[in-house]
């Protein structure tokens, strides 16, 4: 069994105060597969001095050496791209393909973006006759989710890097060996010491430290919205700067004009995302919004497609215990309050090994039921119906959330008048188009801020005028 019993401070690995040792399960078995020493307050605070040291003290760290650092972390990610996958399938249960490929892919796709938007950035502009500069926010705090542990952790810390800031990084309980293989690949990479700290430990505890703590400058956290809510009231007593991407409960909405070909590959699309990462996807459409009359045939395509995905074969386990039973948890009230099972097992039983759970498509779901309002984190379609644009944009806002969004219709500019009109920070149009100099971040409880490219640069930047003498 891996034991971790270090955190990283200073560029050095040490003996964390805290005497907390957390011992992780592998979903897949339901067995404990690593422990894990977590640290405590007085490790924030190590932490945090650190960091403010390198920031305030030392020399600021160059632009290129930067981008070269990043540039290296890049390929040693990639060198040891089998460790981390294989890791990742322990932490959450990713199956082995998509931990190669999207688990590890896409953090490495949306690191080389960041790196080349940061390269060719004007951090220094001329404004009229005065210079508008822009700086490091100072120091970050990253608090990372369980779901994508190396690509949303490797979002906060890439930019964050980039714009000049050093990072305390939290990982998720569950998920921290990730963190541990990131931090030791951006050693090698040549990240100077002190600019990237690792606390393991509880968000009660580690996390909630980091959000009061009067030497962070900024909070960059990924979770659940009650959380993400937490951050932000324990982060305004010092007044400072947040970046909260947090819940989703996504629609994809199928316009009446669409022919029965394409609509069936508008739903298996839909239903495909739904599933990914057996559900465990901020982003993922899990609501999916058809015309009336063309109910039945989405369901079956629907039912097919959620068929597909097999446990334990191409659809990995709830990430924990505590997760399976929230989403069973849902799966009954949904039909208690009146759903209809189109496909799946409604009531499913905990199985012997493990944590998996076979896909549920539901139906006849409405606005004021639970399952068509909250975020449910598990691989459950809810389908609703429509009588026309107007109806589907309303049920398409019927959410507290506004994170993503699909919108699929034959005539282009019909399709992009409505995504407009949904209040969702990401709409993709007729497909997923997955391209990382966009923004990503959310409107309404799903957040504030942005990740990716030019934007998600930003976050991590203050803007400075210079002004020349008045003559």
Known sequence: MQTRDQIHIDGQWVEPHGDEVLSLVDPRTGEQHARVRLGDEVDVDRAVLGA????????AWPLADRIAALRALHARITERAEEFADTMSAEMGSPAAFA?????????????????????????????????????????????????????????????????????????????????????????AGVPAGWLQLVPGRGTVVGAALAEHPGVDMVSFTGSTATGREIARTAAGTLKRVALELGGKS???????????????????????????????????????????????AVAIASQT???????????????????????????????????????DPAPAQPERGFHMAPV????????????????????????????DDDAVRLANA??????????????????AVARRIR???????GLNNNRLAPFGGMKQSGIGREYGVHGLEEFLEVKSIQPPAG
């Open 399 to 416: 959410t507290d959330y506004g994170l993503s969004a699909g919108v699929f219709g034959a005539d282009p500019d019909r399709a992009g």
């Open 251 to 297: 629609p994809s909405v199928l316009l009446d004009d669409l022919d029965d070909e394409a609509f069936a590959t508008a739903v298996r699309t839909s239903a495909g995302f739904c599933m990914m990462n057996t559900g465990q996807t901020c982003a993922a459409w899990t609501r999916l919004i058809v015309p009336e009359d063309r109910y039945a045939d």
């Open 100 to 188: 190669r490929q999207v688990q590890v892919g896409m953090p490495l796709a949306t690191l080389a973006t960041t790196t080349d938007v940061a390269e060719a950035y004007p951090f220094d502009e001329a404004l009229g006759a005065s210079t508008l500069v822009r700086e490091p926010v100072g120091v970050v705090a990253a608090i990372s989710p369980w779901n994508f542990p190396l690509h949303q952790a490797l979002a906060k810390v890439g930019s964050a890097l980039a714009a000049g800031c050093p990072v305390v990084l939290k990982p998720a309980e569950t998920t921290p060996l990730t963190a541990y293989l990131l931090v030791e690949a951006a050693r090698d």
């Open 361 to 388: 498509v539901l139906g006849g779901v409405t606005p004021d039921m639970r399952i068509g309002r909250e975020e449910v984190f598990g691989p459950v379609l809810a389908v609703q119906t429509h009588r026309g």
């Open 306 to 344: 959620a068929a597909a995905f097999v446990p334990g074969e191409n659809l990995g386990p709830l990430a924990s215990q505590v997760q399976w039973e929230r989403v069973a948890g849902h799966l009954h009230q949904a039909v208690e309050e009146g759903a209809t099972v189109e496909h799946g």
């Open 424 to 430: 969702s920070g990401t709409v993709h149009v007729n």
């Open 52 to 59: 403010r040291r390198v920031l305030d003290e030392g020399p």
